[in-house]
């Protein structure tokens, strides 16, 4: 099989193993001797006994609904909606806004810091109607009208399947609501989706304008210290035992982590800034309350497919590696790619990357703006932040400063531009 002579193919993979180093040995992480735990407890079951609104938005007195929403494909999303803040009154017709999260996270990742530096609860204290989507598979979103998480048929799928069946139901969903086009937020694999389903043409009717932070499409110029070992065993490891779903805090995931730090040649200090890149702009109380419901499953098959762009340096469906498969699935003998120079040009976009980021490259990022090159200059903001990498644009204690209220102004100032 292709993939397994490819060891920069798993380059993306990476991440993921940050994080999971993460949970195993945060003090290294941080530089800490004190060898603390920040309260993660490892768990075969993701438990969703509390929603996501009782957990962390009503708690700092916001007003939170809990929805459903099922997609075509069957998989039951927990969406939830903060519909008033602790300012801004309670007007009806707020805008929509949609928080979508990258891979191995949920939506708690919008309101885990403090009200005055979470972007949910910024966006419903500046007067936004703000929801927020929970994907396939996480703590939230663990249901499905057939399946059970426990079928490998549950995890056959890939960050594709999110833009065919996933983002459309959340959105109709949001749009049927309220009547309203919607403002999007995305990040890392939440932008992929969407600027995936806008070359497709998809959800343009719905959308009134997208922020993207740390915008992923090509991923060709990923690197990482830990990438030649976690390339050689991880994806066949994976595939080996049939672990459809690749869940951090899982014994079997955890325990092989900790065969690749053992590994000759793997340094595992220092991983998150080895991975992310340099996060200029968080501390260790932040990463703690996050470490409390992150990081999140995702399907092996979505890291295979994200591996797989690695290696061909395009933004591609994922490849069954057998021409006879993939005829059966996409009537071709290769998956087709989404070509980002079809967005519509007149689609208002805000991209906002970083300097020190080393999963959106900044390389990358560049390559991403050359398709958009012809995009409408009025429609088009690009934000570059020298000192940033992944983690900072979610987790960032000055990210409200920085990146936060630009959003702000850019959905206000596209909402009085001519509709797309």
């Known amino acids: 099989m292709a993939l397994r002579s490819s060891s920069f193919a798993l380059c993306a993979l990476n991440l993921f193993i940050s994080l999971l180093i993460l949970l195993l040995e945060p003090n290294r992480v941080f530089g800490s001797s004190r060898g603390e735990h920040f309260g993660f407890i490892v768990d075969d079951n993701i438990g969703a006994d509390a929603g996501l609104c009782a957990s962390l938005v009503t708690v700092h007195g916001y007003k939170c609904q809990e929805f459903e929403v099922t997609t075509d494909d069957g998989y039951i999303l927990s969406v939830q909606r903060i519909t008033e803040g602790r300012v801004g009154g309670t007007d009806s017709n707020r805008q929509p806004v949609l928080l979508q999260h990258g891979v191995l996270a949920d939506g708690a990742t919008w309101v885990l810091n403090p009200p005055e530096q979470s972007l949910g609860m910024i966006l ?39 833009v ?14 309220t009547k309203q086009k919607i403002h999007y937020v995305g990040h890392s694999q939440g932008t992929l989706i969407a600027l995936a389903s806008f070359s497709e043409g998809r959800l343009i009717d719905k959308v009134k304008s997208a922020a993207l932070l740390c915008p992923i499409a090509y991923l060709s110029h990923i690197t990482t210290p830990l990438g030649n070992i976690a390339a050689r065993s991880l994806l066949g490891e994976f595939m080996t035992f049939g672990l459809a779903e690749f ?27 080895a991975i992310t890149g340099k996060n200029c702009c968080l501390n260790s109380s932040t990463v703690q309350m996050s470490l409390e419901y992150e990081p999140q499953p995702t399907s092996t098959k979505n890291l295979v497919n994200l591996a797989q762009m690695v290696r061909i340096g395009k933004v591609s469906k994922y490849d069954y590696g057998k021409k006879s498969e993939n005829v059966a699935h996409y009537g071709q003998a290769k998956p087709p ?23 959106s490259d900044v390389q990358d990022v560049q390559n991403l703006l050359e398709d958009l090159k012809f995009h409408d200059i009025d429609k088009l903001h690009v934000q570059f932040i020298k000192d940033y990498a992944h983690a900072d644009f979610i987790l960032g204690v000055n990210a409200r400063d920085i990146v936060y209220n630009e959003i702000i102004t850019f959905f206000r100032n596209s909402s009085l531009l001519k509709s797309v």
């Open 337 to 359: 790619e989404y070509n980002m120079s079809n967005i519509p040009r007149n689609l208002p976009l805000f991209l906002s990357y970083g300097g020190q980021d080393a999963l």
């Open 124 to 162: 419903v204290d500046n007067g936004f109607d703000v929801w927020i989507s929970n994907s396939r598979g996480t703590r939230y979103s663990r249901r499905h009208v057939k399946l059970d998480p426990k079928d490998r048929n549950y995890w056959d799928w890939t960050w594709g399947d999110l």
């Open 247 to 273: 869940n951090p805090r899982s014994k079997p995931v955890l325990e092989f982590v900790k065969l690749l730090c053992a590994a000759p040649g793997v340094d595992c200090y220092d991983l998150l800034t």
């Open 164 to 177: 065919m069946y996933e983002l459309p139901a959340v959105i109709d969903h949001i749009f049927t609501q």
